[in-house]
Protein backbone atom coordinates (compact mmCIF):
# COMPACT_ATOMS: atom_id res chain seq x y z
CA UNK A 1 0.00 0.00 0.00
CA UNK A 2 1.39 3.54 -1.10
CA UNK A 3 1.83 6.00 1.92
CA UNK A 4 1.39 9.36 1.28
CA UNK A 5 2.77 11.93 3.78
CA UNK A 6 0.71 15.55 3.92
CA UNK A 7 2.02 18.71 5.63
CA UNK A 8 -0.57 21.44 7.70
CA UNK A 9 -0.44 24.80 7.29
CA UNK A 10 0.95 27.05 9.92
CA UNK A 11 -0.61 30.04 10.99
CA UNK A 12 1.30 32.89 11.23
CA UNK A 13 2.55 33.51 15.11
CA UNK A 14 0.35 35.19 17.62
CA UNK A 15 -2.78 35.43 15.20
CA UNK A 16 -5.77 33.82 15.03
CA UNK A 17 -5.92 33.14 18.60
CA UNK A 18 -8.69 30.33 19.85
CA UNK A 19 -10.42 30.30 16.34
CA UNK A 20 -7.20 29.75 13.82
CA UNK A 21 -6.08 27.28 16.75
CA UNK A 22 -9.53 25.27 16.28
CA UNK A 23 -9.47 25.84 12.37
CA UNK A 24 -5.72 24.31 12.58
CA UNK A 25 -7.26 20.79 14.79
CA UNK A 26 -10.26 20.62 12.17
CA UNK A 27 -7.12 21.01 9.29
CA UNK A 28 -5.81 18.00 11.52
CA UNK A 29 -8.29 15.97 11.19
CA UNK A 30 -9.48 16.80 7.43
CA UNK A 31 -5.45 15.41 6.76
CA UNK A 32 -5.87 12.03 9.02
CA UNK A 33 -9.37 11.35 7.01
CA UNK A 34 -7.62 12.07 3.71
CA UNK A 35 -5.04 9.96 4.23
CA UNK A 36 -6.80 7.25 5.47
CA UNK A 37 -8.99 7.49 2.59
CA UNK A 38 -6.50 7.64 0.08
CA UNK A 39 -4.50 4.59 1.58
CA UNK A 40 -7.62 2.33 1.10
CA UNK A 41 -7.95 2.99 -2.79
CA UNK A 42 -6.21 1.02 -5.90
CA UNK A 43 -2.94 2.21 -6.59
CA UNK A 44 -4.38 4.22 -9.83
CA UNK A 45 -6.50 6.22 -7.27
CA UNK A 46 -3.75 7.13 -4.44
CA UNK A 47 -1.49 8.42 -7.46
CA UNK A 48 -4.20 10.38 -8.65
CA UNK A 49 -5.81 11.84 -5.15
CA UNK A 50 -2.20 12.29 -3.58
CA UNK A 51 -0.71 14.57 -6.58
CA UNK A 52 -4.13 16.30 -7.08
CA UNK A 53 -3.96 17.24 -3.12
CA UNK A 54 -0.71 18.03 -2.80
CA UNK A 55 0.34 20.07 -6.48
CA UNK A 56 -2.53 22.66 -5.50
CA UNK A 57 -1.19 22.75 -2.01
CA UNK A 58 2.16 23.82 -3.66
CA UNK A 59 3.67 21.93 -0.95
CA UNK A 60 7.54 21.91 -2.47
CA UNK A 61 9.67 18.87 -2.47
CA UNK A 62 13.48 20.04 -2.12
CA UNK A 63 15.29 17.16 -3.24
CA UNK A 64 15.65 15.28 -5.95
CA UNK A 65 14.28 11.58 -6.58
CA UNK A 66 18.04 10.30 -6.82
CA UNK A 67 19.08 12.24 -3.70
CA UNK A 68 16.13 10.63 -1.83
CA UNK A 69 16.38 7.66 -3.23
CA UNK A 70 20.39 7.09 -2.41
CA UNK A 71 19.44 8.32 1.28
CA UNK A 72 20.73 5.40 2.56
CA UNK A 73 24.11 4.09 3.70
CA UNK A 74 24.23 0.65 2.67
CA UNK A 75 22.67 1.48 -0.95
CA UNK A 76 25.95 4.44 -1.11
CA UNK A 77 28.17 1.00 -0.35
CA UNK A 78 26.76 -0.83 -2.84
CA UNK A 79 26.37 2.80 -5.35
CA UNK A 80 30.44 3.24 -4.75
CA UNK A 81 31.28 -0.39 -5.26
CA UNK A 82 29.32 -0.33 -8.68
CA UNK A 83 31.35 2.71 -9.57
CA UNK A 84 34.73 1.80 -8.83
CA UNK A 85 34.23 -2.46 -9.12
CA UNK A 86 35.39 -3.21 -5.89
CA UNK A 87 33.78 -5.19 -2.65
CA UNK A 88 33.43 -3.20 0.43
CA UNK A 89 32.61 -4.98 3.79
CA UNK A 90 28.73 -4.38 4.91
CA UNK A 91 30.60 -3.17 8.27
CA UNK A 92 32.76 -0.10 6.85
CA UNK A 93 30.84 2.64 8.30
CA UNK A 94 29.15 5.17 5.64
CA UNK A 95 28.40 9.09 6.78
CA UNK A 96 26.62 11.25 4.95
CA UNK A 97 28.00 14.57 4.70
CA UNK A 98 25.86 16.42 2.10
CA UNK A 99 26.14 20.32 2.38
CA UNK A 100 23.21 21.73 3.06
CA UNK A 101 21.97 25.20 2.05
CA UNK A 102 18.52 27.56 1.29
CA UNK A 103 19.38 27.14 -2.36
CA UNK A 104 17.16 25.09 -4.73
CA UNK A 105 16.31 21.59 -3.03
CA UNK A 106 17.73 23.00 0.02
CA UNK A 107 21.21 21.62 -0.52
CA UNK A 108 24.03 22.14 -2.53
CA UNK A 109 25.35 19.36 -3.93
CA UNK A 110 23.69 15.65 -3.98
CA UNK A 111 25.23 13.65 -2.25
CA UNK A 112 28.30 13.43 -0.25
CA UNK A 113 29.90 10.89 2.12
CA UNK A 114 32.39 9.60 3.65
CA UNK A 115 33.35 5.72 3.58
CA UNK A 116 35.60 4.23 7.07
CA UNK A 117 37.54 8.01 7.41
CA UNK A 118 39.55 7.22 5.03
CA UNK A 119 37.74 8.36 1.12
CA UNK A 120 35.19 11.23 1.42
CA UNK A 121 32.78 10.82 -2.12
CA UNK A 122 30.85 13.66 -4.10
CA UNK A 123 28.31 12.62 -6.38
CA UNK A 124 26.34 14.95 -8.90
CA UNK A 125 23.22 13.26 -10.62
CA UNK A 126 22.69 15.56 -13.99
CA UNK A 127 20.27 15.44 -17.13
CA UNK A 128 22.72 18.09 -18.52
CA UNK A 129 26.18 18.25 -18.27
CA UNK A 130 27.56 21.19 -16.34
CA UNK A 131 31.20 22.35 -18.04
CA UNK A 132 31.94 24.15 -15.17
CA UNK A 133 31.56 21.16 -12.72
CA UNK A 134 35.04 20.51 -11.79
CA UNK A 135 35.06 24.25 -10.66
CA UNK A 136 32.08 23.71 -8.47
CA UNK A 137 32.88 20.22 -6.99
CA UNK A 138 36.49 22.20 -6.10
CA UNK A 139 34.38 24.78 -4.05
CA UNK A 140 32.19 21.86 -2.29
CA UNK A 141 34.96 19.79 -1.25
CA UNK A 142 36.58 22.83 0.68
CA UNK A 143 33.24 22.99 2.33
CA UNK A 144 33.01 19.21 3.15
CA UNK A 145 35.99 19.39 4.47
CA UNK A 146 35.38 22.07 7.04
CA UNK A 147 32.79 20.24 7.80
CA UNK A 148 34.93 17.50 8.82
CA UNK A 149 37.82 19.09 10.16
CA UNK A 150 35.31 20.81 12.69
CA UNK A 151 37.41 22.51 15.68
CA UNK A 152 40.52 21.08 14.56
CA UNK A 153 43.45 23.21 14.08
CA UNK A 154 44.84 23.66 10.57
CA UNK A 155 47.75 25.43 12.14
CA UNK A 156 48.68 22.76 14.35
CA UNK A 157 52.62 21.47 14.16
CA UNK A 158 51.10 18.44 13.60
CA UNK A 159 49.57 16.70 10.56
CA UNK A 160 46.09 16.56 10.23
CA UNK A 161 45.01 13.42 8.20
CA UNK A 162 41.70 13.92 5.82
CA UNK A 163 39.71 11.16 3.93
CA UNK A 164 40.78 11.04 -0.13
CA UNK A 165 38.50 12.58 -2.19
CA UNK A 166 36.64 11.34 -5.11
CA UNK A 167 34.28 12.71 -7.73
CA UNK A 168 31.63 11.26 -9.75
CA UNK A 169 28.53 12.87 -12.09
CA UNK A 170 25.75 10.34 -13.14
CA UNK A 171 24.49 11.35 -16.41
CA UNK A 172 20.82 10.70 -17.30
CA UNK A 173 19.98 13.07 -20.23
CA UNK A 174 18.33 12.56 -23.61
CA UNK A 175 22.11 14.32 -25.62
CA UNK A 176 24.16 11.81 -26.78
CA UNK A 177 27.25 11.10 -23.82
CA UNK A 178 29.98 8.02 -23.90
CA UNK A 179 29.60 5.50 -21.24
CA UNK A 180 32.18 7.36 -19.78
CA UNK A 181 34.27 10.48 -19.74
CA UNK A 182 36.90 12.71 -17.67
CA UNK A 183 36.55 16.17 -16.87
CA UNK A 184 39.31 17.89 -15.36
CA UNK A 185 39.84 21.34 -12.91
CA UNK A 186 42.51 22.14 -15.26
CA UNK A 187 40.48 22.45 -18.42
CA UNK A 188 39.21 25.57 -17.49
CA UNK A 189 42.53 27.13 -16.91
CA UNK A 190 43.71 29.87 -18.53
CA UNK A 191 46.32 29.29 -21.45
CA UNK A 192 48.58 30.49 -23.84
CA UNK A 193 48.61 33.59 -21.81
CA UNK A 194 52.46 33.52 -20.79
CA UNK A 195 53.99 30.52 -22.20
CA UNK A 196 57.52 31.77 -21.43
CA UNK A 197 56.92 31.58 -17.55
CA UNK A 198 54.64 28.80 -17.27
CA UNK A 199 57.38 26.02 -17.21
CA UNK A 200 55.66 23.10 -15.01
CA UNK A 201 53.96 20.83 -17.30
CA UNK A 202 51.71 19.46 -14.50
CA UNK A 203 49.36 22.29 -12.94
CA UNK A 204 49.89 23.18 -9.17
CA UNK A 205 46.05 21.97 -8.59
CA UNK A 206 43.90 19.56 -10.47
CA UNK A 207 40.96 17.67 -9.43
CA UNK A 208 39.15 15.15 -11.31
CA UNK A 209 35.31 14.16 -12.24
CA UNK A 210 34.38 10.65 -13.48
CA UNK A 211 31.39 10.94 -15.44
CA UNK A 212 29.29 7.68 -15.66
CA UNK A 213 26.21 7.42 -18.44
CA UNK A 214 23.46 5.58 -16.09
CA UNK A 215 20.49 5.49 -18.88
CA UNK A 216 19.21 2.28 -19.18
CA UNK A 217 21.17 -0.01 -21.67
CA UNK A 218 24.51 2.20 -20.75
CA UNK A 219 27.42 0.76 -18.52
CA UNK A 220 25.66 -2.66 -18.24
CA UNK A 221 27.98 -4.13 -15.32
CA UNK A 222 27.43 -1.35 -13.27
CA UNK A 223 23.70 -1.36 -13.31
CA UNK A 224 23.75 -5.34 -12.42
CA UNK A 225 26.24 -4.30 -9.47
CA UNK A 226 23.99 -1.57 -7.91
CA UNK A 227 20.32 -3.22 -8.08
CA UNK A 228 18.91 0.06 -7.24
CA UNK A 229 20.87 2.44 -9.81
CA UNK A 230 19.51 -0.07 -12.77
CA UNK A 231 15.83 -0.08 -11.78
CA UNK A 232 15.88 3.41 -11.09
CA UNK A 233 17.63 4.23 -14.26
CA UNK A 234 14.60 1.77 -15.80
CA UNK A 235 11.99 4.07 -13.85
CA UNK A 236 13.35 7.03 -15.71
CA UNK A 237 12.85 5.25 -19.31
CA UNK A 238 9.49 4.53 -18.54
CA UNK A 239 8.70 8.04 -17.61
CA UNK A 240 10.12 9.48 -21.18
CA UNK A 241 7.99 6.24 -22.68
CA UNK A 242 4.91 7.16 -21.47
CA UNK A 243 5.45 10.97 -21.91
CA UNK A 244 5.90 10.66 -25.50
CA UNK A 245 2.99 8.63 -25.66
CA UNK A 246 0.95 10.57 -23.43
CA UNK A 247 2.89 14.55 -24.17
CA UNK A 248 2.05 15.09 -20.55
CA UNK A 249 4.64 15.42 -17.89
CA UNK A 250 1.74 14.34 -14.97
CA UNK A 251 0.40 11.35 -16.65
CA UNK A 252 3.49 10.09 -17.45
CA UNK A 253 4.99 10.14 -14.06
CA UNK A 254 1.71 8.29 -12.74
CA UNK A 255 1.69 5.87 -15.44
CA UNK A 256 5.41 5.13 -14.78
CA UNK A 257 4.99 4.79 -10.87
CA UNK A 258 2.51 2.33 -11.75
CA UNK A 259 3.99 0.24 -14.32
CA UNK A 260 7.22 -0.31 -12.33
CA UNK A 261 5.40 -1.14 -8.94
CA UNK A 262 3.60 -3.57 -11.31
CA UNK A 263 6.96 -4.83 -12.57
CA UNK A 264 8.86 -5.23 -9.94
CA UNK A 265 10.38 -1.98 -10.53
CA UNK A 266 11.73 -0.20 -7.26
CA UNK A 267 8.31 -0.92 -5.84
CA UNK A 268 9.11 -0.93 -1.99
CA UNK A 269 10.68 2.40 -2.69
CA UNK A 270 7.58 3.88 -4.90
CA UNK A 271 4.65 1.84 -2.54
CA UNK A 272 6.33 4.04 0.22
CA UNK A 273 6.78 7.56 -1.71
CA UNK A 274 4.21 7.53 -4.20
CA UNK A 275 3.68 11.23 -3.67
CA UNK A 276 6.87 12.57 -3.22
CA UNK A 277 8.09 11.05 -6.54
CA UNK A 278 5.66 12.17 -8.01
CA UNK A 279 6.22 16.22 -6.53
CA UNK A 280 9.85 15.60 -7.35
CA UNK A 281 9.67 14.44 -10.46
CA UNK A 282 7.59 17.76 -11.61
CA UNK A 283 9.89 19.66 -9.93
CA UNK A 284 13.11 18.46 -11.48
CA UNK A 285 12.12 17.94 -14.98
CA UNK A 286 10.57 21.83 -14.76
CA UNK A 287 13.75 23.23 -13.13
CA UNK A 288 15.36 21.29 -16.32
CA UNK A 289 13.10 22.46 -18.67
CA UNK A 290 13.96 26.48 -17.42
CA UNK A 291 17.90 25.60 -17.60
CA UNK A 292 17.21 24.68 -20.85
CA UNK A 293 16.02 27.59 -22.17
CA UNK A 294 18.91 29.35 -20.42
CA UNK A 295 21.19 27.50 -22.56
CA UNK A 296 19.61 28.33 -25.39
CA UNK A 297 19.83 31.68 -25.14
CA UNK A 298 23.54 31.76 -24.39
CA UNK A 299 23.68 29.93 -27.51
CA UNK A 300 21.61 31.64 -29.82
CA UNK A 301 21.17 35.78 -30.70
CA UNK A 302 18.18 37.52 -31.29
CA UNK A 303 14.57 36.61 -31.50
CA UNK A 304 14.05 37.96 -28.20
CA UNK A 305 10.79 37.51 -27.96
CA UNK A 306 10.42 33.69 -28.81
CA UNK A 307 12.86 33.33 -25.94
CA UNK A 308 11.03 35.48 -23.32
CA UNK A 309 7.67 33.96 -24.33
CA UNK A 310 9.10 29.94 -23.46
CA UNK A 311 11.11 31.58 -20.66
CA UNK A 312 7.62 33.12 -19.04
CA UNK A 313 5.92 29.57 -19.62
CA UNK A 314 8.69 27.89 -17.45
CA UNK A 315 8.10 30.58 -14.88
CA UNK A 316 4.56 29.62 -14.86
CA UNK A 317 5.55 25.84 -13.92
CA UNK A 318 7.72 26.79 -11.41
CA UNK A 319 5.61 29.36 -9.64
CA UNK A 320 2.71 26.56 -10.00
CA UNK A 321 5.19 24.52 -8.02
CA UNK A 322 5.82 26.75 -5.15
CA UNK A 323 9.44 27.51 -6.25
CA UNK A 324 10.65 30.85 -4.36
CA UNK A 325 10.77 34.05 -6.57
CA UNK A 326 14.22 34.39 -6.51
CA UNK A 327 14.67 31.13 -7.81
CA UNK A 328 12.62 31.39 -10.60
CA UNK A 329 14.23 34.78 -11.71
CA UNK A 330 17.20 33.15 -12.00
CA UNK A 331 16.57 29.88 -13.72
CA UNK A 332 14.06 31.97 -16.33
CA UNK A 333 16.22 35.49 -16.51
CA UNK A 334 13.07 37.12 -16.45
CA UNK A 335 12.59 40.60 -15.38
CA UNK A 336 12.05 40.42 -11.51
CA UNK A 337 8.47 42.75 -11.73
CA UNK A 338 6.91 40.55 -14.55
CA UNK A 339 7.93 36.92 -12.22
CA UNK A 340 6.61 38.85 -9.04
CA UNK A 341 3.26 39.97 -11.41
CA UNK A 342 3.05 35.92 -11.22
CA UNK A 343 2.83 35.36 -7.99
CA UNK A 344 0.41 38.09 -7.39
CA UNK A 345 -2.22 36.22 -9.51
Known amino acids: MLRFNGKKKRSHKEHGGREEHQRGIRGICYLIVKIVY ?3 QPLEKQVQTAHNSNMSANIKYKDSVFSFLFSDPDLLRELYGALEGVSLPADIPVTINTLQDVLFKDRINDISFEIGDKLVI ?3 HQSTINPNIA ?3 LIYIARIYEKILGEKNIYATRLIHIPRPEFFVLYNGISPYPDEKRIKLSDAFESGLLPDIIKNEFPALELEVKVVNINQ ?3 KEIAEKCKTLGEYSAFIERVREFEKETNNLEEA ?3 AVIYCRDHDILKEFLEKNATEVLNMLMTEWNWDDALAYRYEEGREEGREEGREEGSFS ?6 KLGLPIETVISATQLDPEKVKALYQR
Open 38 to 40: VAM
Open 314 to 319: VAQNLV
Open 135 to 137: LRL
Open 122 to 124: LIE
Open 217 to 219: GRN
Open 253 to 255: IKK
